[in-house]
């Protein structure tokens, strides 16, 4: 199969950080802070005021600019439907005109950064796992098109003004992320892509889904695994979203795997950043050094929908 490489990781956050404290305080969760405190949570970022999620892309590509040159396409992941436009509701309803509702932040993003032989790809319906959605559709697009060259990945959300911030137990953030896949050498050579979806429980609640967590992760690893060729003993580090720390020191003793090898460090200040949270994990785990040459990291992500992704990586 032909290689494909993940390298050139940008993120963005919403503007204003506030503790456990402070969102509990505001409204913004179910659970009270000291509950969130104990999952792992420290502080969250909401958007300021007119701080849109497209925005938040622009600002998670920016960095990654001078990595863009031949790219051929763009897939786009948004969680939310009402991120994957930024045209103006009030608009439609003024002038009953829809396409101001489709107004596509894919599209934008294509021209504000000048990247004219980009083709846009839009993912709105793989909720949190969205982002590895985007890495398995660049990579099939890189394989399967000749002349694409080079794939940009963006993931970007914010959640309404007056939402509350917590699903699942889980505190979460605006926030955005982005990367580029090639088939030219890069830090990160994708190795297996997998999914699961479960249709039926696509309203579940908090407590469905946290039920549900542990038996489809355990499915979805095992079978990423065996389309990989390899076993749990062969990965280095697992990066996970940013979720309770007790559910992954549970999950790590039933994979058999060392909780040490389980890597989530931006948890506490950056909390669940919706679609992200890989992204944000392996750029900071690769900027501090730890992972070394050959080493294989596994991305685990599950969403609403209910979604469950994983993707495999290996360190060139």
């Known amino acids: 199969m032909t290689p494909v490489f993940v390298d050139h990781v940008g993120v963005a956050l919403g503007g204003r950080a506030e503790t456990v404290e402070e969102a509990a305080d505001g409204g913004r969760t179910r659970s009270p802070a000291a509950a969130l405190r ?37 897939v786009y992941a948004t969680c939310l439907p009402h991120n994957g ?50 890495l398995r559709i660049a990579a099939a697009l890189l394989r399967d098109e000749g002349g694409i060259g080079r794939a940009l990945c963006v993931t970007a959300d914010r959640f309404p003004d007056g939402a509350l911030y917590e699903q699942a137990y889980n505190l979460v953030s605006d926030g955005a992320a982005a990367c580029v896949v090639s088939l030219d050498q890069g830090a990160f050579r994708l190795l297996a892509c997998h999914a699961i979806t479960n249709g039926a429980l696509s309203l579940a609640s908090d407590d469905e889904a946290v039920g549900h967590y542990f038996a489809y992760s355990h499915r ?13 003993d062969d990965i280095g580090w697992v990066v996970p979203q940013n979720m309770n720390v007790t559910a992954w020191r549970i999950f790590a003793r039933l994979l058999g795997i060392d909780f040490e090898r389980v890597a989530f460090p931006t948890l506490p200040e950056a909390a669940h950043v919706i679609s992200a949270d890989n992204l944000l994990n392996l750029a900071r785990i690769t900027e501090e050094g730890r992972v070394q040459p050959g080493e294989r990291v596994m991305l685990v992500m599950s969403g609403f929908g209910l979604n469950w992704q994983c993707v495999i990586l290996e360190r060139t």
Do not use: W
């Not at 792992?40 to 001078?66: D, K, N």
């Not at 690893?221 to 749990?232: D, S, V």
């Open 85 to 134: 436009n930024v045209g103006s509701e009030a608009a439609f309803r003024d002038t009953r005109d829809v396409k101001h509702l489709m107004d596509f932040p894919a599209s934008r993003l294509q021209a504000d950064f000048g990247l004219e032989r980009a083709a846009v790809f839009g993912l709105s319906q793989q909720a949190c796992t969205g982002t590895l959605g985007a």
């Open 220 to 232: 979805l690893i095992e079978e990423t695994l065996a389309k990989a060729g390899l076993t749990i």
């Open 38 to 74: 104990e999952a792992g949570f420290v502080r969250h970022h909401v958007c300021e005021r007119g701080e849109s999620a497209y925005v938040l892309a622009c600002r998670a590509v920016q960095p990654i600019r001078a990595a863009l040159a031949g790219v051929g396409a763009i």
